[in-house]
């Protein structure tokens, strides 16, 4: 790649994420979307604008050097209040830093080839995103790891999308129907697990790597049926005691109700 190349490649994937954070910010402010859907707009949109990079660079090195100055470009925001956005949550988190280390550890690890890379960015974009949505608004059973709350419906969710997304893009990467399905299926399981297991918004680092590498353990069948049966069990694990707890939460709730109905009159 030329100097000129790579300054034009460098200079468009700048535009598009400004232009993208722009947009986030005309929702909130003209809009009045709340920060929590339009730092889902970002993460969505940002992940998509992602599938460019193996098009604009052949090399991780400039992937690198972005991620690094998009991370320092949210840090600062953050300090200073701005792109509320995407900072504006109302929890604890680092997604908005780890999410472009995560985009350029995936690149540098499957060299931003399919089905490997695009599958990552799928698991990051869209079965995150369907976890944090569907969790929050229907999420019932809930289960706590490593001080963080989610749900096994955003976990079901996100399990579900990226499942689908993957298949879809081991088809269009030329394996086999029946391939693929084990493809993205094996993809979805870990990542939902890995999701699960990531505190303060590291799932945007730890679910594309994670997804990558199975991309490549799973060459090896032995390996990843291993790995498939561990991070079912994992999410099982998960579920049941989110499960275990909700139930729990219901029974001691019910007497202190009970007890406190003749008080009222």
Known sequence: MSDTSLVAAIAITVAGYL??????????????????TTRRVAHVGGGLLALVLPVLFDSPLPVWGLAIGFVVLMWTTRLLGLLGSIHDVGRRTWGAETFPIGIAAAFALSGGEAPAFPAAIAALALGDAAADMLGSRIGRYRYRTF???RSA???LAMLVVTSVSASVIGIAAGAAPLDSLGFGLSVAIVASATESLSPRGTDNLTVP???VLVGEMLADPLVGAVLLLACVACLAFLSWT???RATRLARRAAP???ELGPDDG
Do not use: T, Y
């Open 242 to 244: 989110g499960i275990a």
């Open 153 to 155: 419906e955003g976990s």
């Open 147 to 149: 001080g963080d709350w």
């Open 209 to 211: 790597v994670a997804v």
């Open 19 to 36: 232009v993208l954070f722009a947009g986030a910010e005309a929702l909130r402010r003209f809009i009045r979307m709340p920060g929590a």
């Open 256 to 258: 202190a109700v009970i």
